[in-house]
């Protein structure tokens, strides 16, 4: 079973709902026959590589949202966060674009390390106060992961992954996602938000039992029990 979840590592929900699917799928008795693939998605592509403020000046100024509101929703956010294991400080994330994190995902995917990656940024962003814009945070990440040396090098100095970034966001806008996370099973369930574990785990069960349908042989041969007795 195949499932694609579009994310932004600068979007506060994919990093709790990511929680609350890895819950739903712990629980999954066939998790081992599941394929998560993480893909690019960015709620402010055209965001300068840095923003000269506080996340909250990039939403009240940037998006128009009033302060208090913005603040409101920090609160609301953080405490949902919270219930999941997450500290979230919004006092200090450095707001960035996120595009060469993006990139550096895509890299990490091709050594086997898109998880541990996705979750790294996640976390430095939204719990530590780290730069995911910048080239020497990237850099030190890619060899905390493992990664080759020369591989992250390559990109701060040519287009590697850029590509693939991009066909990411065309693929959303083709499946009409306006919004992240986005968790697409078998390319046929759609789920939108950081939806209850609950929910997450009736979609892998649905999921499971479309692509593996029971199929009876013989169902009316055989002697066999029922609410009113048994076959004589």
């Known amino acids: 079973m195949k499932i694609e979840i579009w994310s932004d590592v600068a979007c506060p929900w994919c990093f709790i709902g990511k929680r ?30 840095h923003y000269d403020g506080t996340e909250l000046d990039y939403l009240s100024t940037r998006k128009g949202m009033a ?25 200090t994330v450095v707001v960035a674009n996120s595009f060469t994190a993006h990139r550096l995902i895509h890299l990490a995917a091709a ?14 962003h939204f719990e530590h106060g780290k730069d995911i814009g910048s080239r020497e945070y990237l850099a030190a990440l890619g060899r905390d992961l493992g990664l080759p040396e020369t591989a992250v090098e390559e990109l701060f100095t040519t287009d590697k992954y850029a590509d693939d970034v991009r066909a990411d966001a065309a693929e959303a806008r083709a499946l009409g996602i306006s919004g992240v996370p986005f968790f697409v099973i078998d390319r046929k369930f759609g789920l939108s938000g950081a939806q209850p574990v609950e929910t997450f785990s009736a979609a892998l069960d649905q999921a499971w039992q479309d692509a593996n349908p029971l199929v009876l042989v013989n169902a009316g041969d055989g002697d066999a029990c029922g609410p009113e007795g048994c076959s004589v």
């Open 67 to 91: 302060p208090e509101q913005v603040s409101q929703m920090f609160e609301h956010v953080a405490l949902q966060a919270k219930g999941e294991g997450l500290n979230y400080r919004f006092d």
């Open 111 to 124: 050594h086997g390390k898109q998880d541990a990656a996705k979750e790294r940024l996640l976390s430095d």
């Open 20 to 49: 609350r699917f890895e819950a739903a799928l712990a629980a999954f008795p066939h998790r081992d026959a599941v394929d998560v693939t993480w893909r690019s998605y960015q709620l402010d592509p055209g965001l300068p590589g």
